[in-house]
């Protein structure tokens, strides 16, 4: 990994790439310390100390929800909007028919994701300020009716914005995904004190068990990201104008977790909204909505069991997902069969789809349930010992990080494959 990282920074375009990268990062993070007006600093720190649901919120955005910056809203308005216009792509016929016009369908669809990100973090950020004034942690107080509440909301949008067009800036011009990275930068900032919480704790058991769930994790997610399922693909001996080229043999790679980090992330997200809206009703006025408010908000506590057997079954769920969204087999088929290569013992076309098919629902399952089991896992830690409740949110960002950092070293190395390359390709 350091040979990969060293040679990387020897060649100049992936050292432009990754010297650009952290050149956002630290834009990000100079953001994420400009505090909102109006806000009353101790009342903000003792609501977050007290309410579960806000910090696995502040989990994505760096602490800078708890800080209440301009960017507090983080990246979770850009990807609640990407999962409904990836849902609505899948069922409304011209959204579909879009999403496979190649990349001008994407940039489209990209358009009106960011589109829909405004209103999304508008509501968000209504819903957020509305329960931190029942708290009393708004001076002044918040209405729609009020100049400066107006000016609070659309300070955090803008700051959604902005942090959304960051992230498309890391992913065209960067390395890796965007999305990724900026939640990748807020937690990694929040490493120093969650280690020196942890080495505070009483009992040496509390951290010998806590170091041995982060190497678990550590392994189980380089293990899931590296495993792979090779289809050998064959090509036949085939003449373009008047050259005549050789057929070979060489094979399609199929990860076992063709999704990434993404399916925790958008697992989390919507965990996070349920439970910011019963976080917000839960100061109405009206009991009865009161009531069935603090009933879901309980409902969904990051510590109780119901909650991790949720989290587990929208990991497995939304792994499938993200995989049917990013791989299809019928495109593949078709890649192919135009160029002349097919699967031995598989005919071309239809088959050759069907087969593409069945492999990766059966590799997918053991991906989705080994990501689902190590997302849970430290959750149910913190739920069967009290003592390591902290654990839940920290085990959720170790398995972001570890995730981020395999797929940015397998980008970098795929950069200097091309470039070891490019005198052949000249």
Do not use: C, H
């Not at 489209?108 to 029942?134: C, D, E, H, W």
């Not at 380089?222 to 399922?229: D, F, K, L, S, V």
């Not at 969204?325 to 005919?347: C, H, Q, S």
């Amino acid at each position: 990994m350091f040979e990969s990282l060293l040679n990387a920074f020897r060649a100049p375009d992936i050292r432009r790439r990754i010297l650009f990268v952290l050149g956002i990062l630290v834009v990000y993070r100079v953001l994420a310390q400009v505090p909102l007006p109006g806000i009353d600093r101790a009342a903000l720190a003792d609501f977050f100390k007290n309410n579960s649901a806000f910090g696995i919120l502040d989990l994505f955005a760096g602490g800078g929800l708890s800080q209440l910056s301009i960017v507090g809203l983080a990246m979770n308005p850009y990807i609640n909007a990407s999962i409904i216009m990836q849902l609505m792509a899948g069922v409304i016929p011209s959204l579909q028919a879009l999403s496979r016009e190649g990349e001008y369908g994407r940039q489209k669809l990209n358009q009106y994701t960011r589109y829909l990100t405004v209103p999304m973090a508008l509501l968000q950020a209504f819903g957020i300020l509305s329960a931190l004034n029942a708290k009393s942690v708004i001076i002044g107080g918040f209405g729609l009716g009020m100049a400066s509440s107006w000016v609070q909301m659309i300070t955090m949008v803008a700051g959604a914005v902005v942090l959304m067009w960051l992230g498309e800036l890391i992913t065209e011009k960067g390395i890796g995904n965007g999305i990724s990275f900026i939640i990748f930068a807020g937690i990694v900032s929040r490493a120093p004190a969650g280690v020196l919480a942890v080495l505070q704790q009483p009992s040496p058991r509390d951290i010998v068990l806590f170091g041995i769930l982060a190497i678990v994790a550590v392994a189980v997610i380089i293990y899931i990201q590296e495993g792979q399922r090779r289809i050998p693909i064959q090509y036949a001996s085939r003449v373009r104008g008047r050259r005549m080229y050789q057929g070979g043999q060489t094979f399609l790679p199929l990860r076992v977790n063709l999704a990434g980090v993404i399916p925790i992330i958008f697992a989390i997200s919507i965990l996070a909204f349920p439970g910011q809206l019963a976080a917000y009703f839960s100061f109405s006025n009206v009991q009865a909505i009161q009531d069935v408010a603090k009933a879901i908000g309980s409902f969904l506590s990051p510590t109780s069991i119901q909650y991790s057997i949720i989290y587990f079954l929208l990991t497995v769920g939304f792994t499938y997902f993200y995989t049917a969204f990013t791989f299809k087999p019928d495109e593949t088929a078709e890649n192919l069969r135009k160029n002349g290569g097919f699967i031995p013992g598989i005919r071309p076309g239809r088959p050759t789809q069907e087969y593409l098919g069945r492999v990766v629902s059966r590799i997918t399952l053991a991906g989705a349930l080994f990501l689902g089991i190590v997302a849970v896992a430290p959750v149910l830690a913190g739920v069967l010992d009290s003592s390591l409740q902290g654990i839940a949110i920290g085990g959720t960002g170790l398995l972001i990080v570890v995730s981020v950092v395999v797929e940015t070293m397998k980008q970098i190395e795929a950069q200097l494959m091309m470039r070891n390359y490019e005198g052949f390709i000249r």
